[in-house]
């Protein structure tokens, strides 16, 4: 599978953004997939992830109740809509598959699309 994230952009500090990301090829719904972000001079680091079901999803602590993951199984696209954005969610932005995966931090993700990136002014 492959992955085309976009949406990123800069916003001002308590505003939103929707990143999108397509993914091409077949069998969409039995992809867990997750979101992560890598700030300058700073390791990768998981955001969010959503089950191959659409039942579970996850999030880290730093984005609980500003950050929705959402997935459309038959526009074959997961969604981050980040709400209430602070300056320190400034990164680039991955999203990244694997199949049957739970969405979880820990999971060996196969697949990644390219980065997008938001920045988030104080």
């Known amino acids: 599978v492959q992955l085309q994230a976009s949406g990123g952009g800069l916003v001002q500090a308590g505003g939103s953004l929707r990143l999108s990301c397509a993914a091409s090829?077949?069998?969409?719904?039995?992809?867990?997939l997750a979101w992560f972000r890598q700030a300058p001079g700073k390791e990768r680091e998981f955001v969010a992830g959503?089950?191959?079901?659409?039942?579970?999803?996850y999030y880290a602590d730093s984005v609980k109740g500003r950050f929705t993951i959402s997935r459309d199984n038959a526009k074959n696209t997961v969604y981050l809509q980040m709400n209430s954005l602070k300056p320190e969610d400034t990164a680039l932005y991955y999203c990244a598959a694997d199949k049957f995966a739970d969405g979880n931090y820990g999971e060996n993700y196969d697949y990644w699309g390219q980065g997008s990136q938001v920045t988030v002014s104080s």
């Open positions: 090829g077949r069998s969409f719904n039995v992809y867990g």
């Open positions: 959503v089950n191959w079901g659409g039942v579970r999803q």
